[in-house]
């Protein structure tokens, strides 16, 4: 591909769908004040509802639009054959084809940080909608420190614990029990890593809650926007963490890695960890949902795990334990 032409058309086409928004929503995520636009308030409030609040903007700005097929014909830049993903980086550009059950094509002018979702279903999937623009985030942070992780993290008088690993570890439970603790929340799912000094911050206010994890949660149903089903066919409850006070929505300097096992522990119980497995934790589950080149993502991830010392975690059968168990362990560092 001519990667010229191709910078070119990516320009050209992130114009021409600025002109056509008529809506404009203001956002926080990471190190980035989002900035989202869209012909469909509704598409626009969809996407919002999932990051900061807009109550202290960072400096750096980042510019989304977000169009639809039926606004915007951007068939002629869909990779052949389309069902399998791809990935275009340019000095000055970034193309990312996302094909799951339903196909996003993610555009950004690295110079002008101006980028395009373009929806070819003209509905955004509950997998987008719960991590919104993902990789379009992570492509404007290459040039930096900070990269997208998949994984919770949540703190405590300004020390964070970050936690990582596969699906149905217990990241989300250990989250949302120290959460519901009065912890600070960093984020359930993806968030933001400096890997030069092993900080996080949180990329979305929302968390993602199993159908059969419900009732130890019920207080917090009264928070959730909808029952999704993601890519892994499993229901979740998306819930909404904006309510807890703007103090709360932070991160900070991460303490220690968790990776959460299940090994029938029936208390919360913490075994050493080396880096590597850290590393693995990182980004195995990263690189999946937040494509990038793997040698960037691979340098940033290698570098956070060697920051600060690893552990595994069974959290156990009872939730309501987990935070008195975590302020233990930290208070152990």
């Known amino acids: 591909m001519d990667t010229s032409r191709l910078s070119h058309r990516i320009y050209e086409r992130i114009a021409t769908a600025e002109v056509l928004t008529t809506t404009r929503l203001q956002a926080r995520a990471g190190i980035f004040s989002v900035n989202l636009r869209c012909p469909d308030p509704e598409l626009a409030r969809h996407y919002a509802r999932a990051f900061l609040p807009a109550d202290e903007l960072p400096e750096t700005s980042l510019d989304i639009t977000l169009v639809t097929a039926s606004h915007l014909d951007l068939s002629d830049l869909v990779p052949h054959p389309k069902e399998r993903s791809r990935l275009y980086f340019g000095a000055d550009y970034c193309m990312i084809w996302v094909h799951y059950s339903q196909s996003i094509l993610y555009l950004l002018d690295r110079t002008r940080q101006r980028g395009l979702v373009w929806l070819e279903a003209n509905t955004a999937p509950a997998w987008e909608l719960?991590?919104?623009?993902c990789p379009l985030i992570n492509a404007a942070a290459l040039d930096t420190h900070w990269t997208v992780a998949h994984g919770a993290a949540v703190g405590l008088d300004g020390r964070f614990i970050m936690l990582a690993g596969s699906g149905r570890a217990g990241k989300t439970t250990a989250a949302l029990a120290c959460a519901r603790a009065g912890w600070d929340y960093a984020g359930d799912d993806y968030v933001f890593t400096d890997s030069s000094n092993g900080m996080v911050a949180p990329l979305y206010a929302s968390a993602r809650l199993r159908e059969d994890m419900a009732s130890a949660f019920h207080e917090l149903l009264a928070s959730s926007t909808r029952m999704v089903t993601l890519e892994d066919a499993e229901a979740r409850y998306e819930l909404s963490l904006t309510h807890l006070a703007p103090a709360r929505l932070r991160g900070g300097p991460i303490a220690a890695m968790l990776l959460p096992r299940?090994?029938?522990?029936?208390?919360?119980?913490?075994?050493?960890?080396?880096?590597?497995?850290?590393?693995?934790?990182?980004?195995?589950n990263t690189k999946a949902s937040a494509p990038?080149?793997?040698?960037?993502?691979?340098?940033?991830?290698a570098a956070l795990a060697g920051r600060a010392p690893a552990y595994f975690v069974d959290t156990g059968p009872d939730p309501r334990e987990i935070p008195d168990a975590f302020a233990t362990f930290l208070t152990r560092l």
């Open 130 to 133: 719960s991590r919104p623009a």
């Open 262 to 284: 299940r090994r029938g522990a029936r208390r919360v119980e913490f075994a050493l960890a080396s880096p590597t497995d850290a590393f693995h934790a990182l980004f195995t």
């Open 292 to 301: 990038g080149p793997l040698a960037s993502y691979a340098k940033k991830l």
